[in-house]
Each structure stands twice: as C-alpha cells, then as structure tokens.
C-alpha cells in the first residue's frame, strides 16, 4: 500500500500571504490529523477530520484551517502568514485505532 | 494542561547494548500510547504501541506500560548505529471508535539516542 502523500514537499512564502498544504492518506483511512513541529515547541496537534467532519482541534489561532473531501483527501490553510508559522507540518491517518501513520510532511518557510 | 515528559538526552549507549528510553504523562484518562522514531530530517514513524499495562514485544523493541505510574518506557535491545534518532513518546486520550481514531496524540519534546559504533 501507498502511505502518506503530501505536497508540496517545500514552501517559501511572504508575510501576510496565505497558503494550501494537501495530504492524500492510505489507502482506505478515513481519518487525517494534521501537526506542526518547530524545534521550540516540537509537535503540536491542529486539528483532526473524519469523514468530512472536523472532529477535533487543537489551540492554533483561527487562521489555521483545514477540511477533508470525500474521497479521505485533506487540505489545511493558513491565512495571513507570520513569520512563526515557519515549520513542518505533518499529516497522519488512520484506520480504525488509535495507530497514526505520518506523511513526509511540508516544509513552510515565511519570510 | 495535559503533557508528556521525557528526557531530552542524548542518551549515548554503545552499540549492543540496551537503550532505556522513559516518557511520564499527567493525563489518567490516556488511553494508548506510542512511540516514533524520528531521523533528523524526516517524518515522524509509528515503531510501538500498548494500551494495556505490562510489555509489549516487538523483535528488538519492548514497551512498557504502567498507568498507576503513568509511565511508559521504550526499550531497545542489542542497539545498533542505525537506531540513533529522536524517539518521541505520545499519548492519546481519545475514545476508540470504529472507522477512526478520536482524539489526537500529545507529544513529548523526544529523547536523542547515539548509539556508537
């Protein structure tokens, strides 16, 4: 089976300017979880969608958004881009338990 | 404020021989715990998981759960230079529901591992 697919793998981006990050999960899961991880505060949950519904959702400001097609597929959006934002960010799926398997993850730089 | 301590080494040990890694969390009503292994420069991977007290083999690799304690342990025997990474604990304290996960995974800061050859 195929993992976790993200992309892009590298982003460069201004401040101020928002951008779409895109996770395709294995095959079969229905459940996604995106994270954030900096050295300084390692990683961080954001928010979790299950079936096109957002079950759960972490402390990150309201320019952190995300949604989940019908096909499992899940974007996540950050509007208004500062410079704290730079870091990886992660999606993981899953199947039926608690196991999470994590994609290569995004690479966001704000400059 | 739930969390998920571990020491953040490193942890040095020479190759054959047994890596401890610990993990304390604050939240009684965790339910699963996990751990990942982390290269420097890549994702996080799911190597462990337990939810039930007591061990968990795995070949090389044992977990240990005790939730009186709240203390999970990861350990690695016969380490070789290619298990040096960071292992990060993570402890989730949803429910378990059919078609998915509930909840997310808290995440410790991870502890470095150097395994010299």
């Known amino acids: 089976k195929a993992g976790v697919t993200q992309t892009p793998r590298y982003l460069i981006k201004t401040r101020g300017q928002q951008v779409t990050l895109s996770c395709s999960p294995i095959?079969?899961?229905?459940?996604v979880s995106w994270y954030q991880q900096t050295p300084g505060q390692g990683l961080q949950f954001l928010f979790e969608y299950f079936s096109e519904t957002q079950r759960n959702k972490g402390n990150f400001p309201g320019r952190f958004s995300g949604r989940q097609f019908s096909n499992s597929r899940s974007e996540m959006n950050v509007s208004t881009l500062e410079l704290g934002d730079s870091a990886l960010y992660l999606c993981?799926?899953?199947?039926?338990?608690?196991?999470?398997?994590f994609g290569p993850g995004t690479r966001l730089t704000v400059t | 404020q739930k969390e998920v301590e571990q020491n953040s080494g490193p942890l040095s040990v020479p190759e054959g021989a047994i890596a401890s890694l610990n993990c304390t969390y604050s939240d009684r009503g965790s339910q699963s715990f996990f751990w990942y292994r982390q290269y420097s420069g890549k994702s996080p991977e799911l190597i462990m998981f337990?939810?039930?007290?007591g061990d968990k083999e795995d070949g090389r690799f044992t977990a240990q759960l005790n939730k009186a304690s709240q203390y999970v342990s990861l350990l690695i025997r016969d380490s070789q230079p290619s298990d040096s990474a960071t292992y990060l604990c993570a402890v989730n304290i949803g429910l378990r529901r059919y078609g998915g996960s509930q909840g997310n995974l808290i995440f410790g800061k991870g502890t470095k591992l150097s395994v010299k050859p």
């Open positions: 993981a799926s899953s199947l039926e338990a608690y196991e999470q398997y």
């Open positions: 095959s079969g899961h229905r459940s």
């Open positions: 337990i939810y039930s007290n």
